[in-house]
């Protein structure tokens, strides 16, 4: 007995000594560096200062934030999709934590006298490309998964949202890095998407291939195809996948090397100007038979309105069946941050110009009107809805519905719920089977919700809502009818 207690006190004064020594060796590396003042001037207690704001980074969200405070995402929001994933009642108590008195908060004008059940009616199905294209795409789901590569998220995340959008009846897109069987897999709508880089219909010289795209559009699920101008969060960047995320597999589907960063081009080097932008929308259209359209983030209308004459001049067969308007603030697995924080309009004022110009050129029944960003609440849907969108898109919602926790590390490979990392250890937390059905909860409770709002402003479905049955909390505390601020007038 007395042998081991010698030991370990021992062993406990090594440890000690070792501790000890490792200090000084802190200590002297910190006052003889020249590189970090804090830690030269406060040596090995400055490190303290480099762990707690680490760590706050991640346990703020536990302790700290109120429940309306995060960016970009707050605590109210994520937990109403985290109930409404797992199907649980997203009823709370006692009243609103949202301060009604925040600029831009949308405020529905609930009438008199909501609708019966029996005057409800579904969501209407809305048709793309009808009359245009050979195979025009319907759906009445207002919303709808948002474009996320496979390499910026994960196989099993794929593999969930696949199976889930079969299950929610709604899309899903597949984002810039191609087409994969794991986007197959679920037999769901999809959204062909191909960005700067045409990954994934790119020829040797990097160029749209016709032949790949015939080969991609000739799966009966692929419904749509859209050409990805710019996203929000990185306007003027192409993708950026980091090297450490580009395997073996998602380099072959990208057509790339593996274990490099895949970057794409700022823009698309075969379109220089608004008549090849046409030409190409046209030339996808044609291959594919499928409706075609383009994405993008507005900075100025200027250029949207040129589109629109074009299009008139050249006849409506040359329009894209849709267009996916981006916010500003829309999410990314990787951007750098100035674009992320100051480029592009944010959706709150470029909708309204987007389907305002629409209506001023005669377009709004010619082209579908798709949205996205931050639109993962039912009020946001309904707000959008209200403006004239067709159809909402989100990325970040159904992120939430897979289990995210926005720790905000989908660019390092590391995400500790597997949905943007390809490391099989973390992925094995995320099991599609379960993380499907969560999806489909999320799309029935959206869907569900912004039906009650349709209901209490009196109309009987979601696509019935007008900007007369939104109001937008303004400067002085007070809303304003958004048919106010934005009138419709249709040419
Ligand atoms: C992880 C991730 C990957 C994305 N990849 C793409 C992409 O490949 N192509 C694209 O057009 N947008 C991409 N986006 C942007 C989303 O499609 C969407 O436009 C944006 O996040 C706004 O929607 P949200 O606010 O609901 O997330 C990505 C977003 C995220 C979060």
Redesign the pocket.
């Known amino acids: 007995m007395s042998a081991w207690l010698s030991i370990l006190s021992d062993l406990f004064l090594l440890l000690v000594g070792i501790g000890i020594l490792l200090l000084i060796g802190l200590y002297v590396r910190d006052v003889t560096q020249t590189r970090d003042a804090v830690l030269r001037n406060y040596p090995v207690i400055g490190h303290f200062r480099y762990i707690f704001s680490t760590l706050g980074e991640f346990f703020r969200q536990y302790f700290f934030a109120m429940d309306r405070e995060e960016m970009p995402f707050n605590r109210a929001e994520r937990q109403w999709i985290e109930h409404a994933s797992k199907d649980n009642s997203t009823t709370v108590a006692f009243g609103s934590t949202r301060s009604l008195e925040i600029r831009g908060t949308p405020i529905f004008e609930n009438c008199a006298f909501p609708l019966l059940d029996e005057q409800k009616r579904p969501p209407a199905t809305v048709t793309v490309g009808e009359g245009w294209c050979r195979t025009p795409y319907s759906n009445n789901s207002i919303i709808n998964i ?4 496979y390499g ?2 994960s196989r099993p995340a794929v593999r969930a949202l696949s199976a889930g959008a079969k299950l929610a009846g709604c899309w899903l ?1 597949t ?3 191609g087409l994969s069987t794991w986007h197959l897999e679920g037999g769901g709508d999809i959204v062909f ?1 191909f ?1 700067t880089a045409k990954y994934g219909v790119r020829n040797a010289q990097g160029h749209l291939s016709t032949e790949r795209l015939r080969e991609v559009t000739a799966h009966d699920t692929v419904r749509m195809v859209e050409i ?1 101008l710019s ?3 990185k306007p003027g960047k192409g ?1 950026i996948l980091p090297g450490e995320k580009v395997t073996q597999e998602i380099a072959q589907i990208r057509g790339i090397p593996a274990g490099q960063p895949s970057i794409s081009p700022n823009r698309h080097p075969d379109i220089n100007d608004i008549g090849e932008l046409i030409d190409m929308i046209e030339r996808v259209r044609d291959i594919g038979g499928k409706p075609t359209g383009i ?1 993008f983030v507005a900075g100025g209308m200027e250029w949207v309105h040129e589109l629109f004459e074009e299009i008139n001049r050249r006849g409506l067969g040359s329009a894209p069946d849709f267009i996916t308007l ?2 500003g603030d ?4 990787a951007a750098p941050m100035t674009l992320m924080d100051h480029v592009g309009l944010p959706i709150r004022e470029s909708l309204p110009l987007l389907v305002d110009a629409l209506d001023a050129h005669g377009l709004r029944q010619r082209i579908r009107v798709v949205t ?5 609440n039912p009020a946001g849907v309904a707000w959008a809805l209200c403006t004239g969108a067709d159809f909402v ?5 159904f ?1 939430f519905a897979l289990g995210c926790i926005q720790s905000l590390r ?1 660019h390092r490979n590391t995400c500790p719920t597997g949905i ?1 990392t390809h490391d099989p250890r973390l992925q094995k937390g995320l099991d599609p089977a379960d993380k499907a059905v969560k999806v489909a909860n999320y799309v029935a409770q959206i869907t569900g919700a912004v039906e009650i709002i349709a209901h209490s402003c009196g109309v009987p479905e979601p696509r019935a809502l007008e900007r007369k049955h939104v109001r937008l909390v303004q400067e002085n505390g007070k809303s304003i009818r958004m048919s106010e601020l934005y009138p419709r007038v249709v040419s």
């Open positions: 948002s474009a996320m590569s910026a998220i897109n984002g810039e890095g998407q960005g990805k996203q929000g969060a993708g994405k981006d916010s829309g999410g990314t697995g996205s960003g931050k639109l993962v898109n989100s990325a970040r919602g992120m989908c943007t």
